[in-house]
């Protein structure tokens, strides 16, 4: 069997409750819906940050943020010999293709510097305003005859609100840029990292698919008035503004305004799924489709509102670290199965390599999900425990945020450092799913808050560097 290709979609800030097929009655995915049943959909699947550049590290290497020093918003490209999935294809006579968003390194205020990374095609947008000259999409948009200034609708300083129309948005940009790639391929293998920028903030869909969503009829944001006096100071701060006070405020907020905020990023999704069936579409067409591994993910999740907070920051809830994962081959990878297995996204680079035959690096840290994808192995148990960190990944926040996640079936522990050492949470999430409960200083806890924070600890010490190997006794 010849090699696979692969198109890989990762969306950005998109949180693991957002799918149809897997238990969102209020939101409407109906191609994401036919990707899962046509593959496996992965339930339980974490991101190693809550933030982007983090988790865009681990997943492109396989190995944990902290260990190919990628672990920060805004810093310096990786070092050399940090070594990414596509420069390994690439290596293997892969054809790798990029479009839309990389954020490997800083992007504010410049260029994102590349590292080798394998891409021969790089169409690179990190967000879709004008920033930069540089921004593909911009410069797609020039060649219409158009501007953004022209076209975008935003209203100034409003929580959520139509955006960019459908047909000049920059999710629609990255699906064209990637027909393209697919159809100049003669022969050979080939990868397409597809990387939109929504449904991440502004919350500002395509007018024609913000009005398919009513703010009355859906759920308001899971948040109990008073659950955060005893949780972390971060919380009680971004609860008054985001991102350390400097951004959208829950407190006040209107619980119209957080519908809304809802339904803009539904729809900002469902604009999402509408271009992922054209993808999946033309696959189908060109006969591409039975040796096309076709990934679907997210970076990180979104807090919604839950909690009483809206985007991201030091923070570990479910769906802040919780993201969607799908995995289709027709004929390679098993069909309408979900797994809950608790799995980690460093997992996707091995399972890639796996997938497209070639070896797994000792070095890298994740494990291939290939076993339970082929049918191979319980789809129901990969990792015992799942871990996370934040360390100081965003510059806003002052002084700066460190804390790690550990988390399993039942238990969760979150424990922070620096300026906030000493605080905590530890959750029931049999009888606290929704992690409202914080049960850090409960004196009746106190022998699992200090066994969890045990584990916490040793998977900390367990994402150092594996490399290079001991080759001698001394």
């Not at 701060?237 to 907020?253: I, L, N, Q, Y």
Request: a negative charge; one cysteine or more; hydrophobic letters at 35%.
């Amino acid at each position: 069997m010849p090699a696979p290709n692969v198109l890989w979609i990762c969306t950005d800030q998109q949180r693991y409750d957002t799918i149809h097929a897997l238990g969102n009655e209020h939101i409407r995915t109906p191609n994401l819906d036919r990707l899962a049943s046509e593959g496996t959909a992965f339930t339980h699947a974490f991101s190693q940050s809550p933030v982007c550049t983090p988790s865009r590290a681990g997943f492109l290497t396989g190995m944990y943020p902290a260990t190919v020093r990628g672990r920060q918003n805004g810093q310096a490209a990786p070092p050399e010999g940090e070594l990414l999935i596509t420069r390994m294809l690439a290596d293997a006579g892969y054809d790798c293709g990029l479009v839309g968003k990389l954020h490997l390194a800083a992007a504010h205020g410049q260029v994102e510097p590349r590292t080798d990374d394998g891409y021969r095609v790089f169409q690179w947008s990190h967000h879709p305003q004008p920033d930069w000259p540089e921004n593909a999409y911009i410069q797609w948009l020039e060649r219409q005859g158009h501007t953004w200034d022209e076209l975008y609708q935003f209203p100034p300083g409003a929580y959520s609100g139509p955006g960019m129309p459908a047909k000049h948005h920059q999710t629609t940009w990255c699906a064209e840029m990637a027909l393209e790639f697919i159809d100049e391929q003669r022969g050979g293998p080939w990868l397409m990292s597809v990387n939109p920028f929504d449904p991440h903030l502004a919350f500002d869909p395509p007018p024609e698919y913000l009005t398919r969503y009513d703010p009355d009829a859906l759920p308001a944001p899971d948040y109990v008035p008073g659950e955060l006096d005893n949780k972390p100071r971060f919380q009680q701060t971004d609860h008054h503004g985001a991102h350390g006070g400097h951004g959208k405020s829950c407190a006040d907020a209107s619980d119209r305004q957080l519908r809304e905020v809802k339904a803009a990023y539904y729809a900002m999704i469902e604009h999402i799924d509408h271009h992922v069936g054209r993808l999946l579409d033309h696959l189908d067409a060109t006969g591409l489709r039975e040796n096309t591994v076709v990934i679907f993910h997210s970076d990180h999740g979104e807090l919604l509102g839950d909690h009483g907070m809206l985007q991201k920051g030091p923070h570990f809830y479910d769906c802040s670290v919780r993201v969607p994962l799908i995995v289709s081959w027709p004929g390679q990878v098993e069909q309408g199965l979900t797994s809950d297995a608790l799995v980690q996204l460093i997992d996707l680079a091995p399972t890639v390599l796996d997938l497209c035959g070639r070896p797994v690096p000792e070095r890298m840290q994740g494990r291939s999900l290939g076993p339970i994808l082929r049918g191979e192995a319980d789809p129901h148990d990969h990792r015992d425990a799942v871990y996370c960190d934040y360390l100081n990944a965003m510059p806003c926040r002052k002084p700066p945020a460190y804390g790690a996640m550990l988390r399993d079936r039942q238990r969760k522990v979150c424990v922070y450092f620096g300026d906030a050492l000493g605080e905590g949470e530890l959750y029931d999430l049999t009888a606290d799913p929704g992690e409202h409960v914080n049960l850090w200083d409960d004196p009746a806890r106190a022998d699992e808050r200090r066994e969890m924070t045990l584990r916490c600890f040793e998977r900390s010490v367990f994402t150092m560097d594996p490399w290079p190997p001991r080759v001698g006794y001394y």
